[in-house]
């Protein structure tokens, strides 16, 4: 653990120079001068990030998901609290990525001093750091992609338009994969979960768990994301009054939707066929696929179609990454993604999205809200996704890891 620790903190030390010093040739790349500031900054925050990624893995492994939900909690207060003395401060806009600095530094000192009660000291070790880097390089470099993959859009968008355009298209993406947040928590909970099935080959077990996650996770996001498209335009305006250019962020939303929905199954499983049975190698295929489509559509679809086109980018590479996620899961786990019923339920959100934004305007809300949730529930029970039984094993599976008495997923 110490020795992950001291490679984090390397890695992290190393990462963060980098940053700074290509923090110029980056804005100049994206016609962003302001870049440079807010890189430089952020790039003071990585040894402590990367260190609070490594400690929340193994909390993580200890399934000790309160200790990691106080920690989220302290990182978000503090960030909070400090965001609007940062702007008191300065009213540049470089002086507010400093309450991400703070955020992260105390957060890694309070899971520090928690591993410390948790494990005593040890001397680092050679063999271990050699295992580590060869295990870990994978799943990091995953990680980096990821990341990348998730801003890759809005980068391009910038490299082609303007900043208003580039504002509002990354408040549609924000706002897109927001929906991805829950079942990600939830992923953190069931992971070791997958990990205990699949080393003590319960494949039976490990299938349904898997099934289940699946489709509650797709379930959820269907519903959360017909919802968002019903409602994003009071939303908007209620977050940005006065402000009605802030509205156009609500038309790349819609084409956005769709693909988080049907990749919010991946999302809940996670890293169930890669990192979590010892192939942190097919972590970094899947990412590499989503993020070489994502990049091949948005550079021929941004320049023409601006924001429209990179939300129709990012949906197209999610797509491309639930299939390969599913010919890896097939091969390793010989679980099969119901890649029909998720394609058929993927038809019949886009179907609602083009009915509510062409007809929206002609009914009320409560009539648009009961038809189209009317039609989202009859296509969930033809298709399957949810079963009665789900909710019920799904509330054991996380009473199981909150350590609560008389909770079995086994049963």
């Known amino acids: 653990i110490y020795t ?30 302001q870049l ?7 790039a003071f925050a990585m040894p402590a990030f990367v260190i609070n990624k490594t400690m929340h893995g193994i909390f993580n492994a200890h399934r000790r998901m309160k200790l ?47 591993c410390i009660n948790y494990h005593k000291w040890a001397q680092l070790s050679f063999m271990c750091a050699k295992q580590l880097v060869s295990f870990g390089w994978k799943a990091a470099l995953s990680g980096v992609i990821s990341d990348l993959n998730a801003r890759l859009d809005i980068l391009i968008v910038g490299f082609f338009w303007n900043a208003s355009i580039v504002g509002t298209y990354s408040v549609a993406s924000a706002m897109a994969r927001g929906l991805l947040l829950i079942p990600g ?49 009071p939303i908007l305006a209620l977050i940005y009054p006065g402000r009605g250019a802030m509205l156009d962020a609500a038309w790349p939303l819609y084409f956005l939707i769709p693909g988080v929905i ?21 972590s970094l295929k899947i990412i590499t696929v989503i993020i070489s489509v994502n990049l091949f559509f948005n550079i021929i679809l941004v320049p023409s179609f601006a924001t429209t086109g990179a939300a129709l980018a ?33 038809a019949v959100i886009c179907f609602l999205s083009v009915v509510i934004v062409s007809l929206g305007d002609l009914f009320s809300e409560f009539i648009v809200l ?10 969930l029970v033809m298709f ?28």
């Open 262 to 282: 049907i990749f919010s199954g991946v999302t809940m499983l996670g890293t169930a066929p890669s990192s979590s049975i010892g192939k942190p190698e097919n």
């Open 68 to 114: 990691l939900t106080a920690a989220d909690a302290l990182r978000g207060g503090i960030a909070i609290f400090f965001l609007p003395v940062m702007a008191f401060l300065g009213t540049r806009v470089t002086i507010i990525p400093i309450a991400f600095i703070l955020s992260e530094l105390l957060t890694a000192l309070y899971l520090f001093g928690i």
């Open 185 to 233: 928590a939830i992923q953190k909970v069931t992971n070791p979960l997958i990990v205990q099935l699949f080393t003590s080959d319960q494949k039976g077990k490990l299938h349904r768990i898997m099934d289940l996650l699946f489709r509650l996770g797709t379930t959820f996001s269907s519903i959360i994301g017909l919802l968002t498209v019903i409602f994003i335009k």
């Open 314 to 346: 990012t949906t197209i590479s999610l797509i491309s990454g639930l299939i390969y996620y599913n010919h890896l899961s097939k091969k390793f786990l010989r679980y099969s993604v119901p890649i029909k019923r998720v394609a058929a339920l993927f």
């Open 384 to 411: 399957n996704m949810v079963h009665k039984s789900d909710l019920v094993l799904f509330r054991s599976i996380l009473l199981s890891y909150w350590g609560c008495k008389g909770s079995s997923y086994v049963q």
């Open 36 to 42: 440079e500031g807010m890189i430089k900054i952020f």
């Open 4 to 33: 992950a620790l001291f490679i984090s903190l390397t890695f992290g030390t190393f990462g963060g120079v980098m940053s700074y010093l290509l923090a110029q040739r980056v804005a100049i790349l994206f016609h962003q001068s």
């Open 370 to 379: 009961v038809g189209s949730f009317l039609v989202l529930f009859l296509s």
